[in-house]
C-alpha cells in the first residue's frame, strides 16, 4: 500500500481558495472510483511550518501512471484544475510505501 502526496506551493493569500478547489478535484476522482478517500491541508501562514503550501494525499494499492493507455481521466477534472492554475508556482508529486506489518 502507498501513500500518495501532491505538493503545491501557491502564491501568497491563495492556499484556501487552492484547497477547496483541490478538495472538488479529489471529490471527482472519488466519484469516479479513480481514488479513494483524499486528505486536503494547507498552511495560510496561520499557523507554525511552511507558508502558502497545499497537500494532497490519498492511499492506493499501487502506483500507477496517469497516462496509461487505459486510464479515462474525468473531463471534469481539468475545467475545475483551471481555476486555480494561476495560484500555483510549483508542484511536486511524493510517494511513501506504507508499512504492513501482516507480511
Avoid: C
Avoid at 12 to 37: C, D, F, H, W
Amino acid at each position: 500500500m502507498y501513500l500518495i502526496r501532491r505538493v503545491y506551493n501557491v502564491k501568497p493569500r491563495t492556499a484556501m481558495k487552492v484547497a477547496e478547489v483541490l478538495a472538488n478535484v479529489a471529490q471527482i476522482y472519488e466519484k469516479s472510483g479513480q481514488r479513494g478517500p483524499t486528505k486536503i491541508y494547507f498552511n495560510g501562514g496561520t499557523l507554525p511550518g511552511e507558508n502558502n503550501v497545499v497537500y494532497m494525499e490519498w492511499e492506493d494499492e499501487s502506483i500507477m501512471s496517469p497516462y496509461r493507455g487505459d486510464n479515462k481521466i474525468p473531463p471534469e477534472v481539468f475545467e475545475v484544475g483551471r481555476q486555480v492554475r494561476e495560484h500555483i508556482i510549483d508542484q511536486r508529486i511524493e510517494f511513501f510505501e506504507l508499512i504492513n506489518r501482516n507480511k
